[in-house]
């Protein structure tokens, strides 16, 4: 009886963390474990328990163990240990992010998963100094983004050492009289959809709006329909199934984000320094107004590992886009280089994550760590050479 148990708690993490919630359902799981449904029945009558149960019982106790190492980490080995955790996460780690997403949308699980997550992150930002707060929070989001973004193709190509040193650097020179820069990155206020036929485009925005709102499993072609003012066999006469749309949407969405910040960086960089633009953007992607892409990205984020044509509208223009930045990164070797560009994408990944978890978060000053993280980056770069 104790073998079956575990055997079936073993296949629920295993699927969550290499397939997503959605593909757990409890058949999967007996014949993840060997077993039949109604063995896995007999002691889950559904997903939701036996969620909950690894939830409590291995999940949550992972995740909080290694988000406190890292907080706790006081030198730079310890930060090497704790942000390789997650730069490279176990199936634990990675089963337990994938359900703390989850729960954003799920009532059976938003009160027992997502709830005490967002009440750690309050606590931490609330509790500590407000010194301790920006680097526990800027932690927190790093790390919850390295593991959404740990299946990226270009992972096994870097390291977390140049990033650790990188950190560092932000942690020991964090500065909180540095004032922030008054500037708004205009891209992330700008349609990111422009296909060039009117109708489409409202149909893809009423996708974001309505996927934004609810998440995919519970956006429906016909109230996407209705969002965009059209019937849903008018939608369906270009896209027969959701989950073409939905990846026909992020197609334009992502491409045209990428390409955005990656001017913003450029244009604001010189402007009003790197350290100043990058504060701003973490802001920006922790408003209130950027809340429905925010979830469409997540939620894409998350079917990629299953659905292909969300992975072919995604991942091929991320590889292209961390290739450029690596290309242009300050670091001389090309380790370092990808890794600190990986470092960036996992935080940018952890901004949504932790702006659904901790609205608050928009108001902490990110210019005290990310401008000396900017500074050491580029004195790096320049007496490596």
């Avoid at 429905?292 to 997540?298: D, G, K, Q, V």
Wanted: overall charge negative.
């Amino acid at each position: 009886m104790a073998d079956n148990d575990r055997a079936i708690r073993d296949a629920a993490v295993r699927i969550l963390a290499e397939r997503g919630w959605r593909s757990m359902t409890t058949t999967e799981v007996g014949l993840q474990a060997g077993l039949t449904h109604g063995a896995v029945y007999e002691r889950f009558r559904n997903k939701q328990q036996l969620a909950l149960t690894i939830w409590d019982e291995e999940l949550s106790p992972t995740l909080v163990g290694e988000l406190d190492s890292l907080w706790a980490a006081g030198d730079k080995t310890g930060l090497h240990g704790s942000l390789a955790s997650f730069w490279t996460p176990s199936p634990q780690l990675r089963a337990a992010v994938e359900l703390l997403l989850a729960a954003e949308f799920d009532p059976d699980l938003r009160q027992g998963v997502r709830e005490p997550i967002a009440a750690l992150l309050a606590a931490r930002l609330d509790s500590v100094t407000p010194r301790s707060a920006v680097v526990d929070l800027t932690l927190a989001i790093a790390a919850l983004g390295l593991v959404m973004a740990s299946d990226r193709p270009w992972v096994p190509d870097t390291s977390v050492d140049y990033p650790v040193s990188w950190l560092l650097a932000g942690i020991e020179g964090l500065d909180l009289d540095v004032p922030g820069a008054d500037v708004t990155p205009i891209y992330l206020l700008e349609p990111m959809i422009d296909s060039g036929d009117e109708r489409m485009d409202r149909v893809m925005e009423a996708t974001v709006a309505v996927v934004g709102e609810r998440g995919y499993d519970n956006a429906f072609l016909r109230d996407i329909a209705i969002k965009a003012g059209y019937s849903t066999r008018a939608v369906t006469r270009n896209f027969q199934h959701k989950i073409d749309l939905m990846a026909a949407t992020l197609r334009w969405q992502h491409r045209r984000g990428l390409a955005g910040l990656h001017d913003y960086l450029q244009r604001a960089g010189k402007e009003i320094g790197p350290g100043q633009a990058e504060a701003a953007a973490w802001r920006w992607y922790l408003s209130p107004e950027l809340a429905h892409a925010r979830t469409m990205l997540i939620e894409a984020n998350r079917l990629q590992t299953t659905e292909r044509s969300c992975w072919e509208a995604m991942i091929p223009a991320e590889v292209e886009a961390v290739e450029g930045y690596a290309d242009h990164n300050p670091q001389p070797d090309r380790t370092s280089a990808l890794s600190a560009v990986h470092l960036e994408f996992g935080i940018g990944m952890g901004l949504l994550a932790v702006a659904r978890l901790l609205p608050q978060a928009h108001d902490v000053p990110f210019q005290a760590i990310t401008v000396p993280m900017q500074d050491y980056h580029a004195w790096s770069g320049s007496a490596s050479e």
